[in-house]
């Protein structure tokens, strides 16, 4: 039985969270994504237009002229490393060149001041948020199911895929090396270290395959951040493990030690202080390179979001509800590079992304959030147009292919504008998903994928620059912060 105080005790508290909640001037929003997805320059976009009051007509607050300012100011967390946004920003506008891609954890916080839409809560809040953006690998995420796994487990599991076909020429040098090695000999430094790169080769191997085959843990050893060389990192699976227990002083114990080390000192305390304190997430796809790739990309796309989303999926069976309670109530999946299409493929990019998201929530099991899809380009580099070909005309894309990228016999310098027929998707998702890797030989993608340079961007009379184009930024945004603003 509860007593009275207790009960008034219990309603204060729900009062006062409901207040916190509706008065809270800070929202988490997390951004991650596999490595080049387009995280830096999704960040670097989004702060830019905020900041320089960009074109957003589908961002309602900015639309309705109520955002009064937005301006960066100190993130909360002083042992994360700033997000370097004027260094990216500088590199897209000044220079004209991509930024350096997301290789650890960063912050950084933006505060919007803006009046209310409704004249209750404009009696009530103070008209500002405050969002504190978390960039952070996806390959860290992809960490989260080791937390299950015991080393002799993980151990057998990273065999097993080293022998698939796909795999199998790739893994060859470090089976190799591990088909001489003694579990149970005497541990041995050296032999850890080489063994331990041995792995990381592999698996960075993986990585750049052309075959875009997916992420294998730990997540660390593509993307060590400031853990590079560390013992922490300096363990490899064994071969051959049984039920048997390690003998003490053994090869076998040691790297089961490091690998325990490695799930206690990095994968808990990512989780329990990054991810378990966002409010929003947004999850970068780079869907045309897999759609391009083939259909075993895209498999393997669908395989990497599955258990990206089986990270956020709050209740039980989740191996993350232990270290938090807080969850995500939304999390939009964006296709990014979409400025690739001329613009009659972009519905038909997004409908792909929509399906391949449904695949995975259905076989993450995933519920709680609320999960939307967006094809977007963080910046558009390219614009639309349209050439003649004997009678017919065709629908073009125009930009600056970047230095060595070739269309043909033709290699660019960087310098020259250029007209390409990009092609069009599939008008039926379904198309996409029943292809086999069979019916393709690589030799005839989907679309024609020529990497294009930053756009030139207009200045005002007054020399200003305006802020950078893109391709519905603003929709992320709406579905992302919108509400917050409201
Ligand atoms: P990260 O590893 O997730 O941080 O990826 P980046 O943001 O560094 O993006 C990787 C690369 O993808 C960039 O260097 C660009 O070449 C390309 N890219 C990313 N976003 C866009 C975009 O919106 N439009 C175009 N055209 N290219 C993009």
């Known amino acids: 039985l509860t007593t ?24 988490r929003l997390g951004v991650t994504g596999l490595s080049r997805a387009g995280k830096t320059v999704f960040i670097s976009a989004l702060v830019h237009n905020l900041i320089h009051g960009g074109r957003l007509p589908l961002f309602e607050a900015q639309k309705s002229g109520r955002i009064a300012r937005a301006f960066l100011e100190h993130q909360p967390d002083d042992a994360v490393p700033r997000f370097q946004y004027e260094d990216h920003v500088a590199a897209l506008v000044d220079d004209r060149i991509w930024p350096d891609s997301t290789r650890a954890i960063s912050e950084m916080r933006l505060t919007v001041e803006y009046e209310s839409a409704s004249g209750w809560n404009r009696m009530f809040s103070a008209g500002k948020l405050s969002i504190d953006i978390v960039d952070y690998p996806g390959e ?72 875009a085959l997916s992420t294998l843990p730990p997540g660390r050893f593509l993307m060590p951040g400031d853990l590079d060389g560390s013992p922490a990192l300096t363990f490899a699976p064994l071969p051959g493990l049984g039920e048997a227990r390690a003998r003490a002083g053994s090869l076998h114990a040691m790297m089961e030690r490091r690998y325990e080390a490695y799930k206690t000192h990095v994968v808990k305390p990512f989780f329990r202080e990054h991810i378990a304190r966002l409010d929003r997430q947004i999850v970068l796809v780079d869907a045309l390179q897999a759609l391009n790739a083939g259909p075993g990309a895209v498999a393997d796309l669908e395989r990497a979001l599955t258990e990206i989303l089986a990270c956020f999926r709050p209740g039980r069976g989740n191996l993350l509800t232990d270290l938090y309670s807080r969850r995500i109530d939304r999390i939009l999946i964006a296709a990014t590079k979409a400025d690739h299409l001329h613009h009659e493929s972009h519905d038909r990019l997004q409908a792909i992304v929509r399906r391949l998201a ?77 292809r086999r890797d069979r019916d393709t030989d690589g030799s005839d993608p989907l679309i024609r994928f020529v990497r294009f340079r930053p756009p030139k961007l207009e200045r005002t009379a007054e020399g200003a620059t305006l802020s950078l184009p893109h391709i519905r930024l603003d929709r992320a945004l709406q579905f992302l912060i919108g509400d917050r603003l409201a």
């Open 4 to 27: 009275f105080a207790d009960e008034t005790r219990i309603a204060l508290d729900t009062l006062a969270g409901r207040a916190v909640g509706l008065f809270s001037p800070s929202l």
């Open 358 to 434: 449904d695949r995975a929530i259905a076989r993450a099991n995933f519920s709680g959030a609320a999960v939307d899809v967006v094809a977007m380009a963080a910046v558009r580099a390219t614009r639309e147009g349209t050439v003649k070909q004997g009678r017919e005309t065709l629908p073009v894309i125009i930009g600056t292919p970047l230095s060595g990228e070739r269309i043909g016999d033709e290699t660019f310098d960087g310098t020259t504008e250029t007209a390409i027929f990009p092609g069009d998707l599939p008008a039926k998702p379904a198309e996409v998903f029943s």
């Open 140 to 211: 860290w995420l992809l960490d989260l199911p080791l937390l299950g796994k015991s080393f002799a487990e993980f151990s057998h599991e990273a065999f097993e895929m080293a022998e698939l076909p796909v795999r199998s020429d790739l893994s060859q040098a470090w089976r190799d090396l591990s088909a001489g090695i003694d579990p149970n000999a005497d541990a041995d430094e050296m032999t850890a270290r080489r063994l331990a790169e041995s792995f990381a080769l592999y698996l960075k191997a993986c990585k750049q395959d052309e075959r």
